[in-house]
């Protein structure tokens, strides 16, 4: 029998690539006047190969996890560059006398082109994530509440290796034009719009898939909705291209969208980088053009109120030739059973 993506062993990165990265963090470094960066367990943490130890300091000429981040600092350090996830007891434990920067302002730009063996773990993770909701698909969801077909889910996930658990979402009729809502004690019901992701870490890397289902049938005017949305997907995924400005996602996604007469009813976020970190760039609010390597969760959405939702979220790959979408996951509106 193949295993399954996330039973084999992750991608890594050789010591010719970690020795490549720590070069390029140290020339960011210079580029903006830090002298040392201080990290604790986070994105950032990971990207430089953080292990166990309580915290990371990258200088000029050390890269080491240490307990005592303080007494790692070169004589004379003016800036340091810390973790964005510190917690404001760590800041004032570590007693750094120097102007603290965050390190996002050097790492960033640096994560946004993924290496091959990076994006191949995303792959993974989004093979596991859309495992997850291909089993969700055989349960039994009529009668239960959303709450309870959450647990569920969360065991599916954990049974997948999933070693994070960042989002999941299920929520039934009227609820799923909510796009924060928690699920709780609703009952699921035949007619109900059904809205269902899963968004956790495999391997290191971060991925997320969203999909509706209806329940046993559509609600009245769900599937023309559900076609903008695809078609706003479609929109989207054909801007993510390289040498395009990321901002070009939400243009297109909106114009379509408007299109349609539900504009009023559109999400404000269209998507975000995914990668160590479940949101991290490229965004489109930015000034960021893609490149290949970045890799994108695209999530149009509509939400009605009181009434129904659709978001559809997929991770895709930008590459020199276009978009690559990293899973298999079918758009279709499903129809549940049972």
């Not at 600092?73 to 810390?82: E, I, K, M, T, Y």
């Amino acid at each position: 029998m193949t295993p399954a993506p996330h039973d084999a062993p992750a991608p890594r990165s050789d010591g010719r690539q970690a020795a490549a990265r720590v070069a390029a963090v140290r020339a960011a470094m210079d580029e903006a006047g830090v002298d040392a960066l201080v990290l604790r367990s986070s994105p950032d943490f990971r990207f430089l190969g953080g292990g166990e130890g309580a915290f990371l300091v990258v200088t000029r000429h050390v890269v080491a996890e240490t307990a005592d981040p303080a007494g790692m600092l070169p004589d004379g350090a003016r800036r340091v560059g810390v973790d964005p996830e510190m917690r404001v007891r760590e800041l004032f434990g570590l007693a750094i006398e120097a102007e603290l920067v965050p390190a996002s302002s050097v790492l960033w730009p640096l994560r946004l082109r993924k290496e091959p063996y990076e994006v191949e773990a995303v792959r993974r993770a989004v093979a596991a994530a859309e495992e997850v909701l291909g089993q969700a698909r055989e349960l039994a969801w009529f009668g239960a509440t959303e709450r309870a077909m959450a647990h569920r889910l969360r065991v599916l996930a954990a049974e997948s290796g999933c070693e994070e658990l960042l989002s999941l979402r299920v929520a039934a009729g009227e609820h799923s034009a909510r796009p924060a809502h928690v699920p709780g004690e609703r009952v699921i019901n035949p007619g109900d719009a059904l809205a269902v992701s899963v968004c956790g870490r495999w391997g290191g890397y971060c991925a997320e898939v969203a999909r509706v289902f209806a329940v046993a049938e559509p609600p009245e005017d769900f599937e023309a909705m559900y076609s903008v949305v695809l078609a706003a997907h479609r929109a989207g995924l054909a801007a993510v291209r390289s040498g395009g400005h990321v901002g070009e996602v939400a243009r297109a996604v909106g114009e379509v969208i408007d299109g349609s007469g539900y504009g009023r009813f559109a999400a404000a976020h269209v998507g975000r980088g995914v990668g160590l970190g479940h949101d991290e760039g490229p965004w489109p609010g930015e000034d960021a053009v893609f490149a290949p390597g970045m890799t994108f969760c695209l999530e149009p959405a509509i939400y009605v109120p009181d009434l129904f939702g659709a978001r559809v979220a997929d991770v895709v790959v930008c590459t020199p030739d276009g978009p690559l979408p990293l899973g298999a996951y079918p758009h279709p509106l499903q129809v549940l059973e049972r």
